[in-house]
């Protein structure tokens, strides 16, 4: 298939690249600026010039949008939510107009309501959330989503924290910084993580359209835990000091999430837990 991939360079979007052309596909790769990407064409675009990128789209002649699109590099949820808005508004109007029949968009697996247990697709999002800026990036991913529902076929992965290298949660890595600095608590709240190479795989996996059918699906890893549980590991895997105790009550909606909806699609995580994937290349 041709496979037109929105996000290249980020850090999904590089790993996924090298699998799709492995696979036999080709891929058009767009990026803000001129670079080489082995296998790939590029070419130079913008999400929030939308005549560009209709014009650049329709020139692909894609089979398939993949939308990994994310604006986090200096932490500026702002500038992330926007690019969820009017990025996916962008694209998906694109895609829509050239006759694309697939959008495989990236999204998260912690915007679901408050609860006791792992979330599944079932679960309602958040978008009720006493905080503005929780509510605010609830509503940007609902939004996201909703756009990418308007294609003939979609898929929207719901990626657990990411970890591994270029993410925010490896040596050198922000919270890497945060654990040095004894400001990675060890506290109640779950989270579902998820190695970047596991996320690479699963988009490639979602080009099936046969045994991935439309909807949303949880990407994460068989283990989700308590930070009492992964904050002493991951510490331990960056070369820094036990974290500090805490004994703030759980956030009710950082509960975790399920994947048994992409075990039951034959998705299975290289990276099963954090345990051992945290000291994993």
């Given amino acids: 298939m041709r496979i037109f991939v929105a996000g290249a360079t980020g850090v999904v979007g590089r790993r996924v690249v090298p699998l799709l052309v492995t696979a036999g596909h080709e891929v058009v790769a767009l990026t803000r600026r001129s670079v080489e990407i082995a296998g790939a064409t590029t070419v130079v675009g913008d999400v929030y010039d939308a005549a560009r990128l209709r014009s650049v789209v329709a020139a692909a002649r894609p089979d398939v949008v993949m939308h990994q699109l994310t604006d986090l590099t200096s932490r500026d949820f702002a500038a992330n939510g926007r690019i969820r808005r009017e990025g996916t508004r962008n694209l998906v109007d694109a895609a829509l107009a050239a006759g694309v029949q697939r959008v495989i968009s990236q999204s998260v697996a912690w915007a679901y309501s408050p609860g006791s247990t792992p979330a599944d697709e079932s679960v309602p999002l958040d978008l009720d959330a006493a905080d503005p800026g ?4 609830v509503s940007a991913v609902a939004e996201l989503e909703t756009i990418t529902a308007e294609a003939p076929e979609w898929v929207v992965l719901r990626y657990g924290m990411l970890y591994g290298p270029d993410t925010w949660y490896t040596k050198g890595g922000l919270m890497a910084d945060q654990a040095h600095a004894g400001q990675l608590p060890a506290g109640p709240d779950f989270t579902s993580f998820l190695h970047a190479d596991d996320a ?3 988009a490639l996996a979602a080009l099936a359209a046969l045994t991935w059918p439309s909807g949303p699906i949880n990407i994460v890893d068989d283990d989700p835990a ?3 549980l992964w904050t002493p590991a991951f510490a331990a895997s960056v070369g820094a000091p036990p974290p500090p105790p805490t004994d703030a009550p759980r956030t009710p909606w950082a509960r975790g999430a399920t994947n048994t909806h992409a ?10 837990t954090w345990r051992t994937g945290f000291h994993t290349p």
Avoid at 134 to 137: F, P, T
Avoid at 263 to 272: R, V
């Fill in 134 to 137: 929780r509510r605010a990036m």
């Fill in 200 to 202: 690479a795989l699963a």
């Fill in 226 to 228: 308590p930070a009492s």
């Fill in 263 to 272: 075990h039951s699609l034959s998705w299975q995580p290289t990276h099963p």
